[in-house]
């Protein structure tokens, strides 16, 4: 892949009508950008991956386990794989850039 930058990736994020888009895809590890507008509910399952974000944008806050933790551009949280986990009260857009290993779905559940 060849280098990239943030504001091409939400170009092409825009245009998708999805809330993810993945633009990475290696058998090591995948990558997407994942949006979610203010006030919007998070809408994920647990993954069978381990996953990193990294808040690019925007504010709310991310439970995982049961522990609940504001985020916000610059933060970056890490999920163990089969974690139970969303975002929370979203009050600015929130937009993060989503890293998992192995890549997303080449797991199942069992790992």
């Known amino acids: 892949m060849e280098p990239t ?4 990736l939400r170009e092409r994020h825009r245009g ?4 993810y888009l993945e633009f990475l895809r290696e058998p090591s590890m995948s990558a997407g950008l994942y ?7 998070d809408r994920q399952t647990p993954h069978a991956e381990d996953e990193l974000y990294v808040v690019t944008a ?3 806050r991310i439970e ?4 609940t933790y504001p ?3 610059g933060d970056v949280v ?3 794989r089969g974690v139970e986990h969303r975002f929370l009260d979203v009050e600015e857009d929130l937009e993060t850039l989503v890293i998992f290993a192995p890549p997303e779905g080449s ?3 069992t790992g």
Do not use: H
Request: aromatic share 4%; net charge negative; hydrophobic share 30%.
């Open 58 to 60: 925007g504010r709310g």
């Open 16 to 19: 998708s009508g999805d809330p």
């Open 78 to 80: 890490f999920v163990e």
């Open 5 to 8: 930058n943030v504001d091409i």
């Open 35 to 41: 949006r979610i507008p203010a006030g919007e509910p």
């Open 107 to 109: 797991l199942d559940a």
């Open 71 to 73: 985020v916000e551009r």
């Open 64 to 67: 995982i386990d049961g522990e």
